[in-house]
Nanobody, 122 residues
Framework: QVQLVESGGGLVQPGGSLRLSCVVS????????VGWYRQAPGTQREWVAV???????DYPESVKGRFAISRDKAKNTIYLQLSDLKVEDTAIYYC????????????????WGQGTQVTVFS
C-alpha cells in the first residue's frame, strides 16, 4: 500500500512562490502517472498537474505557465513548484500516484495523503 506525505505549504502573498513536496513510500500506482490535486473550501477536488512516466506534463488552463510538476525517482519524491500565486490558488494540495485519463480529463485511482495547506493572502 502506498503512503503519501505532502509538505511545503504555507502563507504567501500574491505573486509569491512555494515548492511542495510529496514523499512516496510503497508501490507507485499501476498507471505510474503522478499528479497533484487541490481542494478549496466548499469546492470539489480538482487536478492541477500531471506527470507521465515518459516525462510529459499536463496542466489545466488555470495554472498553466505558473505551476510545474517534477519527480525525483531516486528520492521517491514528487514536487510541485508554484509561482506567481494568486488568491484563488488558496487550497489544500494533495499529491497522487495513480492518475488515469478518461473523457478528456484526469481521475485519481489510488491513495491520498493528508495534503498541505497553501494560503495566498493580500
Amino acid at each position: 500500500q502506498v503512503q503519501l506525505v505532502e509538505s511545503g505549504g504555507g502563507l504567501v502573498q500574491p505573486g509569491g512562490s512555494l515548492r511542495l513536496s510529496c514523499v512516496v513510500s510503497g508501490r507507485i500506482g499501476i498507471s505510474d502517472i503522478v499528479g497533484w490535486y487541490r481542494q478549496a473550501p466548499g469546492t470539489q477536488r480538482e487536478w492541477v498537474a500531471v506527470l507521465t512516466s515518459g516525462g510529459s506534463t499536463d496542466y489545466p488552463e488555470s495554472v498553466k505557465g505558473r505551476f510545474a510538476i517534477s519527480r525525483d525517482k531516486a528520492k521517491n519524491t514528487i514536487y510541485l513548484q508554484l509561482s506567481d500565486l494568486k488568491v484563488e490558488d488558496t487550497a489544500i494540495y494533495y499529491c497522487h500516484t495513480d492518475m488515469r485519463r478518461r473523457s478528456g480529463t484526469w481521475f485519481p485511482a489510488g491513495s491520498w495523503g493528508q495534503g498541505t495547506q497553501v494560503t495566498v493572502f493580500s
